[in-house]
């Protein structure tokens, strides 16, 4: 229960210390219809990707794994999109309890309140990659994160 409203607070306090420019932004992921298995393999992707990154950019990568999914374009199941390795890491190692745990909840709350601080990004890349034929739509700890 502590870990639930520790997370719920550092949810709130991230969702009011974005930039401006984003923290308008919401998502419609009404329209996703997850299982349970699929909820908890994001949760995997998000807490083994994020693992020792802040709740924020778990958020962001929450999103981009939303907005692939919501996107007509490619592919709507969910190991199709999180597997794609031109935007996730090539090695998986399963996260612990505590990561899955939060990852999931951050799933939840993102999903609940539509939240992307990405406003809409597709794409995943280190600061530095060559973002060229993408729009960036935030930059955030060494990620550039952009769509088309």
Known sequence: ????????????????SVPPSSAIYRADYEG??????????????VAEECRGRSYFVKTCVTA???????CP????????????????????????GD???EASTLLRLVLENGVD????ALFIMNKG???????????????VFARP
């Open 1 to 16: 229960m502590k870990k639930t409203v520790l997370i719920l607070i550092t949810f709130i306090i991230m969702a009011f």
């Open 64 to 70: 981009v794994i939303l907005n692939r999914l919501s």
């Open 129 to 143: 990659d060559d973002a060229a034929p993408f729009t960036v739509t935030l930059e955030t700890d060494g990620l």
């Open 32 to 45: 996703l219809s997850l299982s349970g298995a699929e909820k908890e393999y994001i949760a995997k992707i």
């Open 117 to 120: 601080p990405t406003c809409g």
């Open 99 to 101: 990561e899955l745990f």
């Open 73 to 96: 374009l490619l592919p709507d199941e969910v190991e199709a999109v999180s597997d794609d390795r031109a935007v996730f890491g090539e090695d998986f190692e399963e996260p612990d």
